[in-house]
């Protein structure tokens, strides 16, 4: 998949139509746009992630998050992101438009596809998104609808981040400390890998296997199943209704923070105890310290799983108790067994044997060698198995997969959980007290308490917090809300399937039911043998990477990819096979760890999509650098565009070593404040018109 073209309407700094050609020149895959900064590259970038998923875009990276949170919420940004010329000159009407070329859609023959999605900002409420394939207007796009059609066809948005990123910030991806956090990048190397698709075609066969089933019901079992599948339904819904109240409310959120952040501007310049610049300083610290206080709640709902079992010490000793003997009982059984079948086979091969005619051998001759046999075999080749009581129930028969995971939470709770627990609670504490006194130094500088519109000003934000804080409270509850709906939907899930596999198949469907089985199995046998195969080759790819960037060679000996169930995690090793901690690399390391890793992401997946860099150097030393140049940028898609600052993030000599991979080069010109436009120069003239254009510029 290449992009051939994009064009920006009046969309923020880029007044009137811009077209950008990004169409290859032979097998040279790199395309170089720059500009100085606030010219508009990360504008640029911006756009593309707004044109593919509109709202959803804060989804994507927390850069584009925090640019609608500054805005005040998504309706805000929207609505900001017309050209202030154009607003001037009332054309209200702003849009951004991808072509896309070389687009596999299974079923669906096309030469080119092309997103435009565009928004009124006089009339409109939302954007429109039209996808023509060919031309014309996509009727699989409508009947999907065209959200869906981006997602399942073009790009899913869990992966949008390795494609559209900033190479400064993509460090996030060697900070991931919160189960949330690793979830979602799990959800994210799963798609990128391509197991989720297996494990998707898995669930909708076991779904089919149900609903074939259910169909043999008696009336009466027909009629609990559908009091349950009723009662998902409205859980779902439920579910929808909670997510919903709680984006309204988010937005609302950011709203108002955003009004308040401009009255506590206002409350410091009246005051004049500190300037703008300093309440800048001030107001990052407070971010930083709030994002790491939302951390440690996150990491402590994480353990609120774990927290009932620890107060359940003594129960879950005696479970864990129960499930060794039980594991005892089975091997004693099996054992068992091996001693009578020992016994029973040495008895025959005695019979067997040619016996003199003067010996005769009685029954109680027989019963006394075969006790003796057997208590002797158990002496001596069994004597390791563990007695217990005659009377001994099975109670609860778990896998040695349940055992397993049950053993190490119990460990958890034993060994890390209670360190863990303090721990947090310890960071946490700290971290609010931070908190509060840069929250007081703030307000120590809103001066002139006495003057009528300072206190008006204070009477407003006053009640902008409180409502914060009602919003926080019922976002929570709303939350809370939703975990007790999802358990009550997985619980009534788990009844009807259990419901449904008891039910005896019908003579006509019988077939039907053995075939989805043979699937279903093979499926299962297929993704395990896949994700070991994926683990391994993930595993080479990410530290081949690191050994061709890092010039600390030997310095991660060793990579390990964890995959347990949906869990995906990566684990870097020194020569001594201990555990690197990712977040103990400097950001330089944390950067080239991070661009290893989506090499090797692009390498194991089955998905062709150009790759957009801003900030490509930051961080990087001179070494560092000329590897980036000259293994990773070349090779990790046929599509690559970089945003560098000349001189700065792309030397001379730098550029040089590229060049050869270079297809094109475009220059983003400031026309005047509220104008930039696109001018595409050739590749061994770039430089020296940069230099020429802006050396000298202020």
């Known amino acids: 998949m290449i992009i051939k073209e994009i064009e920006l309407y009046n969309f923020r700094i880029y007044k009137g ?309 039980e594991s005892n009982y089975k091997a004693a059984q099996f054992k068992e067994e091996n001693v009578k079948g020992v016994t029973s086979k040495i008895l025959t091969d005695l019979d067997d044997e040619p016996k003199p005619k003067d010996i005769l051998i009685t029954h109680e001759i027989r019963r006394f060698y075969s006790d003796a046999f057997e208590k002797l075999i158990r002496k001596h080749f069994f004597s390791d198995t563990p007695q217990l009581p005659d009377d001994f129930k099975v109670l609860h028969d778990f896998s040695d997969t349940e055992k397993n995971e049950l053993l190490a939470l119990l460990n958890n709770i034993k060994l890390s959980f209670r360190e863990s627990f303090k721990r947090i609670n310890s960071e946490y504490n700290l971290t609010r007290n931070e908190l509060n006194t840069i929250r007081r130094r703030i307000k120590d500088a809103e001066a002139n308490q006495e003057n009528p519109i300072i206190a008006e000003l204070r009477r407003r934000k006053e009640e902008l917090n409180t409502e914060i804080i009602r919003i926080d409270d019922t976002i929570d509850s709303l939350n809370r809300e939703i975990g007790e709906f999802t358990n009550e939907k997985t619980q009534r899930g788990k009844r009807i399937e259990e419901l449904s596999r008891k039910l005896n198949v019908s003579e006509k469907n019988k077939e039907k039911d053995a075939v989805l089985t043979r699937n279903i199995n093979n499926l299962k046998d297929f993704i395990s043998k896949f994700k070991a195969r994926k683990k391994v080759s993930l595993e080479e790819q990410i530290l081949k990477g690191l050994e061709t960037l890092m010039h600390k060679k030997g310095f991660i000996k060793k990579v390990e990819v964890e995959i347990i169930g949906e869990d995906i995690d990566i684990v870097l090793k020194n020569s001594r096979s201990e555990e690197i901690k990712k977040e103990s690399l400097s950001k330089g390391e944390q950067q080239m760890y991070a661009t290893a890793l989506l090499r090797g992401l692009v390498e194991e997946s089955d998905i062709q999509f150009p790759v957009f860099i801003d900030s490509p150097m930051q961080k990087f030393d001179e070494q560092h650098a000329e590897n980036i140049i000259k293994y990773f940028y070349p090779n990790i898609s046929d599509q690559v565009v970089i945003f560098p600052l000349i001189n700065k993030e792309l030397t001379e000599r730098e550029f040089n070593l590229l060049s050869k991979h270079i297809s094109k080069t475009i220059l983003i010109n400031s026309v005047h404040d509220e104008k930039s436009e696109f001018l595409p120069i050739e590749t061994d003239e770039f430089l020296k018109t940069y230099n020429r254009m802006y050396n000298h510029a202020n």
């Open 17 to 325: 139509e811009n077209k950008i050609d990004l169409s290859a020149k032979g097998k040279k895959n790199i395309t170089i746009i720059s500009g100085r900064n606030g010219f508009g590259k990360t504008t640029f970038l911006m756009s593309l992630v707004w044109c593919m998923y509109g709202r959803n875009m804060q989804e994507v990276d927390d850069l584009y998050k925090k640019e609608i949170e500054d805005q005040g919420g998504y309706s805000k940004y929207i609505s900001n992101s017309l050209n202030r010329l154009a607003k001037a000159e009332e054309d209200h009407n702003f849009h951004v438009s991808i072509k896309f070329v070389d687009v596999n859609i299974p079923e669906v023959p096309c030469k080119e596809i092309i997103i435009r999605r565009s928004y009124n900002a006089l009339t409109s409420t939302s954007e429109e998104i039209e996808i023509l394939i060919d031309g014309y207007p996509s009727e699989l796009a409508k009947e999907v609808g065209h959200e869906i059609f981006i997602r399942e066809f073009i790009m899913p948005i869990e992966i949008a981040k390795f494609f559209f990123f900033d190479a400064e910030k993509i460090v996030n991806l060697a900070e991931v400390t919160t189960n949330e956090q690793r979830k979602r990048l799990s959800r994210a190397y799963s798609e990128v890998l391509g197991i989720k698709k297996y494990e998707d075609i898995k669930g909708n066969l076991e779904s089919l296997q149900l609903k074939i089933r259910q169909e043999s019901a008696s009336a009466a079992e027909r009629g609990q199943l559908e009091k349950l599948k009723a009662e998902v339904i409205s859980y779902e819904g439920q579910i929808k209704e909670n997510e919903e109240k709680i984006s309204e409310l988010r937005e609302h959120r950011t709203e108002l923070n955003k009004e308040v952040r401009d009255i506590q501007e206002k409350l410091i310049r009246e005051g004049s105890l500190i300037t703008i610049e300093e309440l800048q300083k001030i107001r990052e610290q407070e971010e930083l310290l709030t994002k790491q206080q939302q951390s440690l709640q996150n990491e402590l709902k994480d353990s609120y799983d774990i927290i009932p079992f620890a107060i359940a010490g003594d129960k879950f000793l005696e479970v864990s108790k129960q499930l060794e003997n």
